[in-house]
């Protein structure tokens, strides 16, 4: 059923918390209806219920995006449910910190298929029904400066990173003639649930000390900086990374 085709919807994968929570909150401010998507329904229902008192519709999906046909199905159930998508944000993702030498071709697998496969899979397959309906529309990924800059046993994630990066020039050069923008932001180290080693004070203060704005990043700083690049406020932004990190990578 279609629930209203006027709003314009965004479909944000790895939604459940942190950058990926905080990219939906920020899109419904800026009136956007949300699909919202993770591993498993019932990490999706904070999420749910702060999209939801900003007035505006909520979809929640199932998806791993390593999987073609839950791409394959999500996308369906986002046009059968809302009649659109006019947005897609890759948030989802996987960490790792292990030294090169140690890196087993299994979990350089792992690392991949979510972070740079899965991305390039979800956005190929919202760009092949904007093509075909002569729809624009905005992708935004999730980098990371250490797709910029090396880091110590970073390496595999760092990479995949990387891979975002350039992928977002390519497709924003390939899919430019059919009004599709194609972006990305590297954040910084985000006090998400995942980096709550940064609760301890001597970890947190080594990574202030690299920080030329002395404080950590917020979901919420990446989740405005998604919000823009998605919107028409960047209309003439395309191909582009945004460097959200408090300067860390100017030094």
Do not use: C
Request: proline content about 2%.
């Amino acid at each position: 059923m279609i629930i209203d085709k006027q709003s314009k919807v965004a479909f944000v994968t790895g939604a459940s918390y942190g950058i990926g929570a905080a990219a939906a909150h920020a899109l419904a401010q800026d009136g956007y209806d949300l699909v919202i998507a993770d591993l498993r329904l019932d990490m999706l229902e904070k999420t749910q219920s702060d999209v939801e008192a900003l007035q505006r519709k909520v979809l929640k999906l199932q998806l791993d995006v390593t999987r073609q046909e839950m791409i394959d199905a999500a996308l369906a159930q986002t046009l059968a449910h809302f009649g659109r998508i006019d947005v897609l944000v890759n948030n989802a993702g996987v960490p790792q910190r292990k030294a090169a030498t140690e890196v087993m071709r299994e979990e350089w697998n792992k690392v991949m298929d979510v972070n740079l496969t899965g991305s390039f899979f979800m956005s190929q397959s919202v760009a092949r029904h904007w093509i075909a309906t002569k729809s624009q529309g905005s992708i935004v990924s999730v980098a990371s400066t250490h797709g910029l800059v090396g880091l110590a046993l970073s390496s595999v994630y760092g990479i995949s990173k990387a891979g975002i990066i350039h992928m977002t020039r390519m497709l924003a050069i390939e899919w430019a003639e059919h009004g599709i923008r194609v972006n990305a932001i590297a954040p910084a180290s985000t006090l998400t649930p995942t980096r709550a080693g940064l609760n301890d004070p001597d970890k947190r203060d080594l990574f202030l000390s690299r920080i030329p704005l002395a404080r950590l990043g917020q979901p919420e700083d990446m989740g405005q900086a998604i919000a823009y690049l998605a919107g028409d406020r960047a209309s003439f932004i395309t191909g582009h990374t945004l460097v959200v990190d408090g300067g860390v990578t100017v030094q």
